[in-house]
């Protein structure tokens, strides 16, 4: 027997303010479309904000259905709408904020399983990494350089 040890590293500004100007208005665009989710179940809104490299900003938000498994996180809901409007585009960055409706967020708020796998597929296929940004309702935004800190061990085409 062996161990693997994995270590992540993440960049941890204070604010929205503190963010370099391009990611505060991107994490500002995706703010204002978290207004926009649709969360009538879980109270919990999700905003997106992605930077293409041909200079396009595509937006998601969270989108709900009585069948659960019947909706969509944002994160898929604006990697989804990128893939099908720009094919050709890389995604370069993606700021990520989270609210809800019954308590005030202040911890940064990940992509959800789904959505990071979701990620991995666009970032293997472009062989660039994605800059991931995500912050709660306020508070800390963490800063991860690529996908694979948030997800070591990625499925991906080769294992099938």
Known sequence: ??????????????????????????????????????????????GVAIFLDNGKIV?????????YPSGLCAERVAIFYAGAVYPEAKILKMAITAASDTNQTTAPIPPCGSCRQSIAEYEIR???????YFMGEIGEIYKSESLKNLLPFMFDKKFL
């Open 1 to 46: 027997m062996k161990e693997i040890t994995i270590t992540t590293q993440f960049k941890v500004f204070d604010s929205v303010q503190d963010l370099p100007n391009d990611i505060q208005d991107l994490m500002t665009q995706a703010v204002e479309v978290r207004k926009n989710a649709y969360a009538p179940y879980s109270k919990f809104r999700v």
């Open 126 to 132: 472009q062989e660039t990494p994605i800059e991931i």
């Open 59 to 67: 937006l998601g938000s969270n989108q709900e259905n009585a069948a």
